[in-house]
């Protein structure tokens, strides 16, 4: 059973451009988690979606983010006019029912010129 | 909102040794889950923890939650080279995990 995949591990984008993360949760998991980790931080909590829903978003700025989980395919965190302080690693996360661990891709490291 | 604080951030050790980090949490929480990152990596799942008073054990790994499932504790004996990394608390309510900071590990030979 293949883990939580994400991709690409490593995107460079210019100041301006969007960001397109990927993100195939583990066979049977329906729950997605995004989060974002800085250098030496912890992970904080971005969105939860569960199959075509968003269940939760509070952890995503307002302007220019924006996740999806489709019916059929991976989900997709998607940043448009990224800045300079987009920079990070953005890991995905998935789990079988809420009361269960969350299994984490490795993640897509982020790095804005 | 819900908070988890961690302490130490920083745990330098000699190799060998014993150390311990602390979870606390503003809130009761359903359960609590540990993870480990080392550099580079991504976040692996240890264990978690569901009823209070709960202590589980993992070789060298030492998990507690405390009685009013409000904090936890992981110690670790004879600490070696493989301990290197960080270890997060991660405490569950609901469907959402709160993780603390973090706590990095180093190890002197």
């Known amino acids: 059973n293949a883990g939580v995949m994400q991709n690409p591990r490593h995107l460079v984008r210019r100041r301006g451009q969007e960001a397109r993360l990927r993100c195939s949760p583990m066979k049977g998991h329906s729950h997605v988690y995004w989060y974002r980790q800085l250098p030496e931080e912890g992970l904080k909590f971005m969105v939860y979606l569960q199959k075509e829903n968003i269940i939760d978003e509070s952890g995503m700025p307002k302007e220019r983010f924006s996740a999806e989980f489709p019916k059929e395919g991976p989900s997709i965190l998607r940043i448009q006019q990224v800045v300079r302080g987009d920079s990070a690693a953005y890991f995905c996360?998935?789990?079988?029912?809420?009361?269960?661990?969350?299994?984490f891709g490795d993640g897509t490291r982020l790095s804005i010129l | 909102g819900q908070q988890v604080m961690q302490i130490p951030q920083y745990q330098h050790v000699q190799e060998g040794e014993d150390f311990t980090t602390y979870c606390n949490s503003s809130?009761?929480?359903?359960?609590i889950q540990w993870y480990k990152q080392r550099p580079g990596g991504h976040p692996v799942f240890l264990i978690q923890l569901v009823k209070s008073g709960e202590v589980k054990k993992q070789k060298r790994l030492t998990f507690q939650f405390g009685e009013a499932k409000k904090n936890s504790s992981l110690h670790i004996t004879a600490t070696q080279t493989t301990d290197v990394g960080t270890y997060f608390c991660a405490g569950n309510n609901d469907y959402k995990l709160s993780f603390g900071a973090g706590t990095t590990v180093t190890v002197r030979a």
């Open positions: 809130t009761t929480l359903s359960n």
């Open positions: 996360a998935s789990r079988v029912d809420p009361k269960q661990p969350q299994h």
